[in-house]
């Protein structure tokens, strides 16, 4: 009999569904990959089997009646620990929160139950979900499957981790600056951090978020297969009035010429050769499928990246100082004083006018998309980095910070972004970005699907 831990989620749910396999054949097997393959990777952080397999036998009870049980049905996701999921702590990394259990489900959490989805486990992100790394005092360390010497990513390092080595198919992950994309990047898989207002988030354990936030930050799918995560944003984007940023958009838009903008190096961000072949790869595959790529100059992303970085540290200031001194987690304090030194602390008038200028940026790119639906970035400007290599010192940081450039830059303007795996330098995964209109995630995906096709897709892999 196939693992079916190994099945996409998409191939799972339909033979769910056909009674070719229950959901609780499917529980049964997504526990065991974790039993033998979380230990080596500290990838998910709490988990109930009792838990797990009572909402498979919930599943194959509605198939059982003949309902229908959703189009994730009985498929195995993973949870970030920093959304609210009723009876579990929203953690947030933090021993501070250890003890925060959620007394209802966040409206994503809702929407993959709604979906027929059976969650698998919570996995791991750093000390307030604060950087590309992820390790925690109250979690621990969480290693990339494929390579235990390079970062797994973060702040969603678990659940690009988790779904790189098989353990749920489809992972839940939340994007302020890369932490959707750059996991996927980094463990070698796929990561969607779609549209603002796209997916709605909110968590009842914890105050309002500030404005930066809000405006910024998303949830999205991580997955093996471009088809999964079409379906993981399908069952994330529901209705939910809890989120009043939420739009209900269709998720698929009028027809877009086949025509991308091939954008080799942002406003001269520097690149490691193998980044740049792996762009140069992904505009050939697209053109093999019949789309027509040019090379151009992307819109701007520098000042976008240093006024995300300063409405995002400019709210955060005013309660995560404290936070910070109460939690002493080493290597959130070190990332917080060196992303202070880089953003000076704005005034009223400063902050403003970072609002306001966040409108013309957007207008740019969306007048950029007019001629190109969809631009191709690098990820990173390296490949994935040592694992810790942020906190080796001060030069090491702000190195890092340049090659982000991409993941940084986008998330001002609120716009939706694909990671896509291309492929393996050695052990070390490689990728582009692909970028897009607002609510055009489907020409992401699209384009992500052709790029897909023409290499080979990840799978699962037994951790290092």
């Not at 996409?8 to 229950?22: G, Q």
């Not at 994503?108 to 992100?125: E, F, P, Y």
């Not at 838009?253 to 080799?264: E, H, N, Q, S, V």
Request: net charge neutral; proline share 9%; glycine share 10%.
């Amino acid at each position: 009999m196939t693992d079916l831990w190994r099945l996409p989620a998409t191939d799972l749910a339909r033979r769910i569904r056909a009674k070719k396999v229950s959901a609780t054949e499917a529980a049964r097997d997504a526990l065991a990959r974790l039993d033998a393959a979380n230990p080596r990777i500290n990838a998910v952080v709490d988990h109930r089997p009792e838990d797990v397999l009572a909402q498979a036998a919930a599943v194959d009870a509605a198939i059982a009646r003949g309902e229908d049980p959703g189009p994730l049905a009985g498929v195995p996701v993973t949870i970030k620990v920093n959304a609210d999921q009723q009876g579990y702590a929203t953690t947030n990394g933090l021993r501070l929160q250890k003890d925060l259990i959620a007394q209802q489900d966040s409206p994503v959490v809702a929407n993959l139950r709604k979906a027929g989805a059976v969650i698998l486990g919570r996995t791991n992100t750093p000390a307030f979900s604060l950087r590309w790394f992820t390790r925690n005092g109250l979690h621990g360390h969480t290693k990339n499957p494929r390579d235990p010497s390079i970062t797994p990513g973060g702040s969603s390092g678990g659940a690009a981790a988790a779904v790189a080595a098989g353990i749920g198919a489809i992972g839940h992950g939340t994007d302020i600056g890369g932490s959707i994309r750059y996991p996927a990047y980094a463990c070698g898989v796929h990561g969607l951090r779609p549209t603002l207002g796209r997916i709605p988030a909110w968590n009842a354990s914890g105050p309002e978020r500030h404005i930066g936030g809000q405006i910024m930050a998303v949830s999205g799918p991580i997955a093996r297969t471009i088809a999964d995560l079409r379906l993981g944003l399908a069952a994330m984007a529901a209705r939910d009035i809890r989120d009043p940023w939420w739009a209900g958009v269709p998720l698929e838009g009028p027809p877009a010429p086949k025509r991308a903008a091939l954008c080799i190096a942002p406003e001269g961000m520097a690149l490691q050769p193998a980044v740049e072949a792996a762009l140069r790869d992904t505009a050939k595959r697209l053109e093999a499928a019949g789309w027509t790529v040019e090379e151009a100059e992307a819109p701007p992303l520098r000042e976008p990246a240093a006024l995300q970085a300063m409405l995002w540290l400019a709210e955060s200031r005013r309660g995560l100082n404290a936070a910070l001194h109460k939690e002493a987690d080493p290597d959130a304090s070190f990332v917080f004083a060196e992303m202070e030194a880089l953003c000076p602390q704005p005034d009223l008038n400063a902050f403003m006018d970072g609002l306001q200028k966040r409108a013309t940026f957007l207008r740019q790119w969306m007048e950029f998309f007019e001629r190109f639906p969809v631009a191709i970035t690098p990820v990173s400007g390296e490949l994935p980095f040592r694992d810790q290599e942020d906190v080796e010192s001060p030069e090491a940081f702000r190195r890092i910070m340049a090659a982000q450039l991409t993941q940084v830059g986008l998330p001002l303007m609120g716009l939706p972004g694909l990671a896509v795996a291309t492929g393996m330098v050695g052990t070390v995964p490689v990728g582009v970005q692909l970028v897009a209109g607002r609510y055009r995630e489907d020409l992401l995906l699209a384009a992500g699907e052709a790029i897909e096709a023409a290499g080979v897709p990840p799978a699962p892999v037994d951790p290092a």
